[in-house]
């Protein structure tokens, strides 16, 4: 594949810099990795594959939840219940889960979570008796649940989904019991975000395809310095600018 700096989309980025940064910027610019759609979708469908594969049994089945952001603290509603003594218990309660992705503050487009939801339909029309999608916690109990992204960047977001899932106590009971794990599936990961994503108490195994390099990735140490200056440059220029290296700092 040829340098990203010798398409015309790259000469017209180079531009936006001073002759004396573009060296710099160009190879800041070349060491980008870009992955297309084809092979984001081809990565998710593998790894399902891969994940069906490996069921059997009467608990075969497994949960799927594409990764996405929403208000409510739990990923189930909930309701108190008398138990021993008069003492009140909460449980979860509900057939269905998470309402289809929608478009955020009246656009129409959903982002990546439509397209990687859209992957995920495909693959549980295939697998109908094995893969259930966004169920309640009524059809969740002892079952796999993996989690469906195409990146996982600092692992933020998916950090907070899980902890939607864990922040239901019948969610916690039926995981230290051993009825239900969690499966994070990311098309592409880089290495910080992804060990951020396995270390959340949950414990989740994470798979991925790709693994995104980022600018602190020791293949590129020769450039650090060059590359950190360039965006201290940048950072003193537009002091609002919080992401000028990615969000929470990853410079994926």
Known sequence: MDAISKSETGKAWLRNFEANDRATARTLLDSLRLINLDEVSEAIYELLEQL?????????AVAVYAEREFQEKRIFQTQLLRGAKNSAIERAFGKKGLPPVKPIR???????EGIVSALIAQSVKKHSGILITTPGPARFRSKRS???TD?????????????KFWNVRTVRSWHSTGLIDFVVIAATATQDGAAAVSSHVSRPDVRSSHTIPTMSSSKFEEHHFGWDSLLDKFAE?????DYVWGFLNSAA
């Open 237 to 241: 220029q537009d002091p609002g600018d």
């Open 146 to 148: 993996p989690i469906v």
């Open 52 to 60: 069906v594969a490996e069921r059997s049994g009467r608990r075969r």
């Open 106 to 112: 009246g656009g129409v487009r959903v982002g990546s």
């Open 151 to 163: 990146f996982i960047g600092s692992g933020s977001r998916l950090t907070k989904m899980l902890d």
